[in-house]
């Protein structure tokens, strides 16, 4: 029996291997990462957001209470943590931005905008995110 990746990543994600086969959308985990963090609340708030950054835009000084994913849909997005060195994600690409932590973040390109999609899970009726000062 021949075990292909995809086959593999399927039977990860609890589908039968039939569900690669015959015009079917496939899942594509881009990310997998554990987490601390995430509320623990009966009730959660799942937001999912989009943004667009023109070139050398970027984001307030801030923090988030909760766990954020970003994943990228064009262009490249930086982060920039506090006491941490800046990361870069681009296109096709997600990371998660830990809780309690002073960043911004920002399109480093000086010519392409950059899309990203975000997915917050919080307690119900927390802010997005937390504005510092510097």
């Known amino acids: 029996m021949?075990?292909?990746l995809g086959a593999a990543l399927l039977a990860i994600l609890g589908l039968p291997a039939h569900a690669q086969e015959g015009g079917l959308?496939?899942?594509?985990?881009?990310?997998?990462?554990?987490?601390?963090g995430l509320p623990t609340d009966a009730r959660q708030a799942v937001r999912v957001l989009t943004a667009t950054?023109?070139?050398g835009d970027k984001t307030v000084y801030h923090s988030h209470r909760f766990?954020?994913?970003v994943y990228v849909l064009e262009g490249a997005f930086t982060l920039e943590l506090k006491d941490r060195p800046p990361l870069?994600?681009?296109?096709?690409e997600a990371m998660v931005e830990p809780p309690h932590v002073a960043m911004t973040g920002y399109n480093p390109s000086?010519?392409?905008p950059t899309?990203?999609?975000i997915f917050y899970v919080?307690?119900?009726?927390?802010?997005?995110?937390?504005?510092?000062?510097?």
């Open 88 to 92: 870069t994600v681009r296109a096709g």
């Open 115 to 117: 899309k990203v999609v």
């Open 122 to 134: 919080s307690t119900a009726d927390t802010p997005f995110l937390d504005p510092l000062h510097h």
């Open 67 to 69: 766990p954020v994913t």
């Open 25 to 36: 959308a496939k899942p594509n985990l881009v990310l997998q990462q554990l987490v601390e």
């Open 2 to 4: 021949r075990f292909t």
């Open 53 to 55: 950054f023109k070139p």
């Open 110 to 112: 000086a010519t392409e």
